[in-house]
């Protein structure tokens, strides 16, 4: 089983202070499924981001040369404060807690824990040392001998987790590094070159996955038949560049691959449609719907952002209601998503600590607050939650005056 419990970050993008965010109800279990409201450029969209840089930060660093600068994105008028990161989750059933602390010159500190046997016990610590310019580091008894020759080859802009990775096939180290690699996915945009890519390979094969994926669109798109999918991908020929691209460009270039995708709906009237020539819906339905039936499968994370975006609301609640059916979601898959379709407040599955708003206000810099529904009080179990959030009363949304927006057409001097 795979699970994000706990997300927390400081100092990062429109975040001054320190975000929480825990899938966790009053009850003591994780919610499949977690939304955010909130007004335009309130910080729905950098929630999902930091999460996913947070990712990328993990994932790239065994890569980064040894003089590179780490890249991190404070907030804007904190740049000189480290940047933090704390998360708690899941990975094979066993639970993790994770801490990174950095600035753009140096891993400050990293903290691995995990719970065994239902107890917190420590993989290992990292600190730097600023008087002595150097890092202390710390072991479990069992993996000092493992971890501890890892010492000379993680320079201090990189993250001993993703050199650990590299290096040793501990599973209390391939367990949470699998998480970051695999199980937590992001979507933050239309047209996202690597889900069009999945949803492909899954059209073109013969396997069962196929035809659910295609039952799911016709629900979708009356009248469609059958989706056919070919990709071809092969190494990019030196000879098929540009002539006026410098050689040593053509060299790097040419060690990747280019991938074709030929995607094509076939209707029960004989006719056939590239997957180009449909609306932006249509399109953005085959993108997603592929990877998204696959997390199912895998049991693994899904953090969305916009979810309704090109679509009709009523896809938007149908992707929901398939995380949240149990018999559809066997595995316990997770959706985090942010949204501005307030109809998917009336969704009676999706409990009050689930629902999360996201509001800026001019007390505290413009910087972005994160809070769940369940925080705020006089909310009453009957109330409407769609009508109130529209008034405002949970976090503060735009409303248009209709007397300034007149002073903006109409001459004030004008008769009419």
């Given at each position: ?173 391939k367990n949470p590094f699998r998480f970051f690699s695999e199980v937590l996915q992001t979507n933050i945009g239309i ?40 990709v071809e991908r092969k190494k990019v020929s030196i000879d098929e560049l540009p002539s006026d691209l410098p050689m ?45 039936l696959d997390i199912l499968k895998n049991g693994n994370i899904l953090l969305f952002d916009e979810l309704e975006s ?107």
């Amino acid at each position: 089983m795979n699970e994000l419990i706990y997300f927390g970050c400081e100092n990062l993008f429109s975040f001054k202070d320190k975000i929480e965010f825990t899938t966790e109800t009053s009850k003591g279990k994780s919610s499949f499924v977690s939304v955010i409201y909130g007004a335009n450029a309130s910080g729905k969209t950098n929630f999902i981001k930091a999460l996913d840089f947070f990712k990328f930060l993990i994932l790239s660093s065994k890569d980064r040369n040894a003089q590179e600068m780490i890249p991190v994105f404070p907030f804007k008028k904190t740049l000189d404060r480290d940047t933090e990161f704390k998360i708690m989750f899941k990975s094979n059933n066993v639970k993790y807690a994770y801490y990174l602390k950095l600035n753009k010159e140096r891993i400050i500190e990293e903290n691995l824990y995990h719970y065994p046997s239902g107890k917190i016990s420590k993989i290992y610590t990292r600190l730097y040392n600023s008087e002595s310019k150097s890092y202390e580091f710390d072991y479990a008894r069992n993996y000092i001998k493992e971890l501890k020759n890892l010492e000379t080859v993680c320079p201090s802009n990189k993250i001993f987790l993703s050199v650990a990775a590299l290096w040793k096939e501990m599973d209390e180290i391939k367990n949470p590094f699998r998480f970051f690699s695999e199980v937590l996915q992001t979507n933050i945009g239309i047209g996202d070159v690597k889900w069009i890519e999945r949803s492909a390979e899954i059209l073109a094969s013969s396997t069962e996955e196929k035809m659910k994926f295609i039952e799911l669109v016709k629900v979708i798109l009356p009248g469609l038949k059958m989706i056919n999918s070919e990709v071809e991908r092969k190494k990019v020929s030196i000879d098929e560049l540009p002539s006026d691209l410098p050689m040593e460009f053509k060299i790097l270039m040419s060690q990747g691959e280019s991938t074709k995708i030929d995607i094509k709906l076939e209707y029960e009237n004989g006719v056939v449609v590239d997957l180009s020539e449909e609306s932006k819906g249509i399109k953005r339905c085959v993108e997603i719907l592929g990877p998204i039936l696959d997390i199912l499968k895998n049991g693994n994370i899904l953090l969305f952002d916009e979810l309704e975006s090109s679509f009709h609301p009523v896809v938007a609640e149908n992707i929901v209601k398939l995380f949240l059916d149990e018999n559809q979601n066997c595995n316990k898959a997770q959706l985090i998503f942010t949204t501005h379709d307030v109809n998917l407040l009336d969704t009676e599955s999706i409990g009050r600590d689930s629902i999360w708003f996201t509001e800026r206000a001019a007390e505290n810099d413009f910087s972005t607050e994160l809070y769940p529904l369940s925080s705020i009080e006089d909310v009453k179990k009957s109330e409407n939650l769609r009508k109130n959030y529209l008034k405002g009363k949970y976090s503060w949304i735009p409303v248009m005056d209709n007397f300034k927006v007149e002073k903006l057409f109409c001459d004030s001097g004008s008769d009419k």
